[in-house]
């Protein structure tokens, strides 16, 4: 009798699952929805900004289910600096720079980050909001410190690769190489609405990104090149 009321209250105090309104039961799904969602939130609104219930109310969840599977906003915020850096590495990855020379290999790195920056503006607002952030979710992420890691010595690798080979000047740090790149890349996003009521900037339009999309690969190239044709 008494081991039977004891297992009564163990059930009681197990968190309970909240059930997922007019969908299919299925978390891992479940969880993949919330971030897409509440990636665009916080890209958009900032982490101030946005709205548990905002995000709720598109995922057909609830407020309960979202803290159940990500613990509070703040965890929330930070799988989805995770899951969008997370994203962009494994990509990056895909791109088997080992099997290219290095010449080929930093165009094609350059060219990615290009590419996905200017077409994942929601990663770029992610980041310049933790900025304002002072970096201070980053910082608490092993994960996303683990993958940047493997950013630079895949850049270390290509550089190396390019000094021992010749066509790359000897003496530069692979973290200035990623540096730039992120530079020329991000800011192309970043500013691209003020720089373009300033200047009066088209570089919105479709052969103006091809255009600057290749001044960018060929100032990186000769950053790190010996005179180098692009």
């Known amino acids: 009798m ?44 900032g982490l ?23 613990g509070s906003k703040d965890g929330l915020y930070l799988a989805v600096l995770e899951e969008a850096y997370r994203r962009m590495r494994a990509i990056e990855a895909d791109l088997h720079l080992d099997d290219l020379l290095p010449l080929a290999a930093l165009r094609k790195l350059v060219e990615f980050t290009y590419d996905h920056h200017r077409d994942n503006e929601d990663f770029i607002r992610l980041v310049m909001n933790e900025n304002i952030q002072r970096g201070d979710y980053l910082r608490q992420s092993k994960s996303i410190q683990a993958l940047n890691s493997n950013a630079i010595q895949s ?22 190489i990623h540096s730039a790149i992120s530079a020329f890349t991000f800011f192309n996003v970043s500013n691209r609405h003020t720089f373009g009521v300033i200047f009066q900037d088209r570089a919105s339009q479709d052969k103006a990104q091809t255009l600057k999309r290749e001044h960018v690969v060929e100032l990186i190239l000769r950053f790190v090149g010996h005179s180098v044709s692009a």
Do not use: C, W
């Open 2 to 45: 008494n081991q039977l009321v004891h297992f009564k209250k163990s059930k009681a105090t197990e968190p309970e699952v909240p059930r997922e309104t007019g969908r299919t039961n299925d978390p891992a799904r479940t969880m993949a929805e919330i971030l897409t969602v509440a990636t665009h939130e916080f890209a958009d609104k």
């Open 48 to 70: 101030t900004g946005a709205r548990i219930d905002e995000i709720a109310a598109a995922t057909r969840t609830s407020k309960r289910m979202i803290y159940y599977y990500f």
């Open 155 to 176: 850049v270390r690798a290509v550089y190396e690769r390019g000094v021992a080979q010749g066509v790359f000047r000897p003496g530069l740090d692979p973290v200035d």
